[in-house]
């Protein structure tokens, strides 16, 4: 099955600690993508990344910090710098990411819902 | 003023209702247009997308795009509890960019 895998489903982070969150997928994407979603606020973008080795912020990344070494993976690291991070963390993926040919419709995985204690 | 508006409701609607979700936005670069639908704790699945104006029907589910008046909608036909989710707009232009609206929470009720 083809798809986008998060783990892990629930976190739990102790103040002044760093957790990195999985993102994998085998849809042969180029593009992915980390979003925060909180209540009312809808999805804003952390980070995204069209290319291996290659990454951009998007709208709240101060605190988060990602990596990119292959194709179907993109870690995201929660840092002690990052005030508020308790919120549900979806990764997503599209075919290229560089326009908007409806081939870069993105997908989402299952979301890791992070609390910190 | 944001890139996109939705009514987050919640709302509430008899088993069989047509249902009526909405968003508008403000930026006239926005071409592609999707729904998605998410129930709770999990991720959004891409549920209808349409280019540019006009209308698009997929079982029980119709999506339509007005540019001229910067709003989009989707139309839910005999609705069902299992249609008893989020359901988010999203929005993009030649960029690589989505915008999202804040969803709107739907429960149908037996």
């Known amino acids: 099955d083809g798809g986008i895998t998060q783990s892990p489903k629930y976190l739990f982070r102790k103040e002044g600690q760093n957790v990195t969150l999985s993102c994998e997928q085998n849809l042969n994407h180029d593009a992915m993508y980390w979003y925060r979603q909180d209540p009312g606020q809808g999805l804003r973008l952390i980070y995204y990344s069209q290319i291996v080795n290659d990454f951009q912020k998007g709208d709240i990344a101060e605190g988060y910090s990602v990596s990119r070494e292959k194709k179907e993976s993109f870690p995201l690291t929660v840092t002690s710098a990052q005030k508020n991070p308790t919120a549900f963390y979806l990764c997503?993926?599209?075919?290229?990411?560089?326009?908007?040919?409806?081939?870069?419709?993105?997908?989402f995985g299952p979301g890791t819902r992070l609390t910190v204690l | 003023q944001k890139e996109v508006e939705q009514d987050p409701g919640p709302l509430s609607v008899p088993e069989g209702a047509i249902v009526s979700l909405n968003c508008t936005y403000s930026?006239?670069?926005?071409?592609?247009f999707m729904w998605y639908r998410q129930y709770s704790r999990k991720g959004p699945e891409l549920l209808m997308y349409?280019?540019?104006?006009g209308n698009k029907e997929d079982g029980r589910f119709t999506a339509q795009v007005d540019k001229s008046s910067k709003y989009i909608s989707l139309f839910i036909r005999d609705s069902q509890p299992s249609d008893s989710a989020t359901y988010l707009c999203?929005?993009?232009?030649?960029?690589?960019?989505?915008?999202f609206g804040t969803g709107t929470s739907l429960t149908v009720i037996p």
């Open positions: 997503a993926s599209s075919l290229t990411g560089t326009s908007g040919d409806f081939t870069d419709t993105q997908y």
């Open positions: 999203a929005m993009s232009g030649t960029g690589n960019q989505f915008y």
């Open positions: 930026n006239s670069a926005f071409q592609y």
């Open positions: 349409t280019y540019s104006s």
